[in-house]
């Protein structure tokens, strides 16, 4: 019922930078906090930056200061700006979205994932 399609992953030396994006589509109602969370080979998935409907952000201690998290209401879509990437930012990089479906029922909703590789 609702989808999340993430774009703009890909190979960057370090240093670089890229700019993730996330649209949603299907039956939304509205959207509450959309993020962006990231698993590397053998570890758990991790939060990497998230935003309210309202803007307000909130970012993984090791990526603040090099990526920025934004959202166009609009467009149901969220953004991950990344730059001064480093080699160990490579990861899959899945989106996520609170949504309400209609005014009762909520669901947890998350994409299919974008590779990111940093080279050092």
């Known amino acids: 019922q609702v989808h999340l399609v993430e774009s703009g992953g890909g190979l960057v030396q370090a240093g670089g930078s890229l700019r993730l994006s996330c649209a949603a589509s299907?039956?939304?109602?509205?959207?509450?906090?959309m993020g962006w969370y990231r698993q590397a080979p053998g570890k758990q998935r991790e939060l990497v930056a998230t935003?309210?409907?309202?803007?307000?952000?909130n970012y993984a201690d090791s990526v603040k200061g090099r990526f920025t998290i934004s959202r166009d209401n609009a467009k149901n879509t969220v953004y991950l700006q990344m730059n001064s990437l480093k080699p160990e930012d490579t990861a899959v990089y899945y989106c996520?979205?609170?949504?309400?479906?209609?005014?009762?029922?909520?669901?947890?909703?998350w994409g299919q994932g974008t590779q990111v590789t940093v080279s050092s």
């Open positions: 935003i309210t409907s309202g803007s307000s952000t």
């Open positions: 299907g039956s939304i109602f509205k959207i509450d906090t």
């Open positions: 996520n979205a609170g949504v309400w479906i209609n005014s009762l029922r909520y669901i947890n909703s």
